[in-house]
Each structure stands twice: as structure tokens, then as C-alpha cells.
């Protein structure tokens, strides 16, 4: 899972970036210099933890979330004619929003609307390019025909996340990568006498309204206790009344807006999860291995964690009649533990 972070120079953005991955890029303005900072976490799952108690194995991998903090944008003034840095974005799965809650003066749902309105923009900018190519070749009709429908709702400042389209139209989509298309959290940024404190009623109806995911969250302090060992982490974390670090809720919360489930390979050589859009069949979720998997698929044995859990071998799971035989068409489920079989 790919996220992108973007918002206004001095949100605290590279902060917020520094409490999700752990690392020690340099916040505070880049004295002109622009630049991206990459990071990977690996996704905490008990259920890893327990398997890999059982088979032992010489290695254990968790899912991972890459993380992208994309320069900040400048003032409305200073950014005008320029570029917009969110055209880099196409790439991500998701965009986080950060937004500065943190001080007298901020206000957080105007430099909402100003991302979310660049956005739209730079998404009405690649439908209206791409129009105008596709009126020179007259030859692609649906094509022609669902940009004009995205243009509509572009220029009437609707994000094309609103709009529903039919399977067909979704691969004539897929390639823009369009931004407005793409899941959002947004990151309100609060005081660090604020870090216990949930969103405002105010912010979560603004959320609400426009149908968004939006958390609260303390970056400063808890990048400071991010980067704590785990025992100090802790006490520190109760000390300010936090009873969930920041970066757990966004976790929790990314893979809730993604509909993101997890299954599970085992083995001595390797436990590991695998990352999936709920809803995927078994072939499918086989490629995400590897692509001969999917291919030769043939079948997949399939034991649900928590029954592992409760009879503790694949054998005595057998025995029970919990270890199933699925097809290639079986949905997948979150905590699935399965053996693809095979043949190419």
C-alpha cells in the first residue's frame, strides 16, 4: 500500500511523516530546497505474531505501508502560475491530507477546500488534454463520452470519487490515475495539549458532509515519542493521556478506507501476510505471490486463523473438517490462511 502525504507548508507535514515511519527527515522548511522523503512501516498483526510462535520460521514478514511526503505547497499567492505538486500523486494508493490545527489563527477546512480544489483541478486539466487529443482521432466514442461526464462533475467542483462507474468505464479510468478519484484521510494536525483530545464536533460534521475519513492527532509529540524505545514510548504515551499512538488509528483507519484485508501464508521457511482488496477471489489473491500461481491455480486450501489458532496444527484442522478446498472463485477472507496448489 502506497500513501501519499501532501498539504501547506508549515501543516507540519514532514512531522506527521516522522511519526508514521519512525525516521528523522528534517521538518521545519526546506530553506528552498525541495525534496521527498520515502519511508516503509510494517503493519503490526497479532495474528503474524502467533503464527509465526507456531511454525517458528527463518523468516517472518508483515504487510507494509510506503509512505511518499511530497513537498509542501507554498501560499495561495506564491503558488500562483506555478506547477501543482500534487500532480505527483497519480502513483499512491490514497492521499493523507495534513492539515495545521495547531495554532492561533489556522484554519484547517479552508486548506481543505484548497487541496481538495487543487485536486479537481489538476484532474479537469488531464480530461480536458485528453478530450482534445480524442476529438483529432474520432475513434474512441465511450471514451469521448465518459470524459465529458468526468468533466461535468470537475467543473461543477465534484471530485470524480463521488461519481460511480461501470467496469468498463473503471479500465478506461485506470490509467489517469486521477487524484480526485483517490481515497482521502484527512490529518488535522493539533497542538500537542491536544493529544488525547478526538476531532471536534465542527470538523467531524465538515468530514461528514463531504464523505471523508479525518483524524485527529498530536504530530509534534508523538514524532518525539515515535522515536522512543518501545518501553519509554509507552509511559510516555499514558503520561499524556493517549491510549492509541496516532500512527495504530492510521493504520487501522487506511486500511478501513482502502477495504483492505489481509491473508496469511505459513511454512518454516516463511509467515507472511499478504495485502488484498476485500472481495478478491482466490486466483487473484494467488497472483499477488506470484503471477505462475494464478495461472496454473488449481486450488486453495484454505483454514480460517482463528480455527488454527483453537486446534493448533494444519493436521488437527484437517481432522475437524476446518480445512477446506476452494475454488478459483472463492472470496478470500480477512485471516485466511492458505496453501495455493499449482501447476505450470
Request: charged share 30%; with cysteine.
Amino acid at each position: 500500500m502506497k500513501i501519499g502525504l501532501i498539504g501547506h507548508r508549515g501543516a507540519g507535514k514532514t512531522t506527521v511523516f516522522n511519526m508514521l515511519t519512525g525516521l528523522r527527515a528534517q521538518v521545519g522548511g526546506y530553506a528552498g530546497k525541495e525534496e521527498v522523503h520515502l519511508g516503509v512501516i510494517k503493519v503490526p498483526d497479532v495474528r503474524i505474531d502467533k503464527l509465526s510462535q507456531i511454525f517458528k520460521p527463518k523468516k517472518t514478514t508483515y504487510a507494509e505501508i510506503r509512505f511518499t511526503d511530497f513537498p509542501g505547497g507554498q501560499s495561495n499567492e506564491d503558488r500562483k502560475g506555478s506547477d501543482n505538486l500534487v500532480t505527483q500523486m497519480r502513483e499512491v494508493d490514497a492521499i493523507a491530507l495534513v492539515l495545521r490545527d495547531f495554532e492561533p489563527g489556522a484554519d484547517p477546512i479552508r486548506d481543505l477546500n484548497d487541496l481538495l480544489t487543487e485536486m479537481i483541478l489538476a484532474d479537469l486539466t488531464v480530461v480536458e488534454n485528453r478530450r482534445a487529443r480524442l476529438k483529432k482521432e474520432k475513434a474512441r466514442p465511450q471514451e469521448e463520452a465518459l470524459l465529458t461526464r468526468c468533466a461535468l462533475a470537475l467543473e461543477n467542483e465534484e471530485s470524480l470519487r463521488t461519481l460511480e462507474f461501470s467496469a468498463d468505464e473503471e479500465s478506461l479510468l485506470s490509467g489517469f490515475g486521477f487524484l480526485s478519484r483517490k481515497p482521502v484521510l484527512v490529518l488535522f494536525n493539533q497542538a500537542d495539549d491536544k493529544a488525547a483530545e478526538p476531532l471536534s464536533a465542527n470538523h467531524q460534521d465538515e468530514l461528514n458532509r463531504r464523505k471523508l475519513e479525518g483524524l485527529a492527532l498530536a504530530g509534534k509529540v508523538e514524532m518525539e515519542i515515535a522515536q522512543l524505545d518501545e518501553n519509554d514510548r509507552t509511559a510516555f504515551l499514558k503520561e499524556i493521556g493517549v491510549q492509541e499512538p496516532a500512527r495504530e488509528r492510521f493504520i487501522r483507519t487506511s486500511y478501513r478506507l482502502l477495504n483492505l484485508i489481509s491473508f496469511f501464508t505459513t511454512g518454516e521457511d516463511e509467515v507472511r501476510a499478504w495485502t488484498i482488496t476485500r472481495g478478491t477471489v482466490s486466483r487473484k489473491a494467488a497472483g499477488k505471490i506470484h503471477s505462475d500461481i494464478e495461472r496454473g491455480f488449481i486450488r486453495a486450501e484454505v483454514t480460517a486463523f482463528d480455527d488454527f489458532i483453537a486446534l493448533g496444527s494444519e493436521a488437527k484442522c484437517r481432522e475437524a473438517g476446518k480445512l477446506r478446498l476452494e475454488g478459483k472463485d472463492y472470496l478470500v477472507q480477512d485471516g485466511d490462511i492458505i496453501h495455493f496448489r499449482f501447476a505450470v
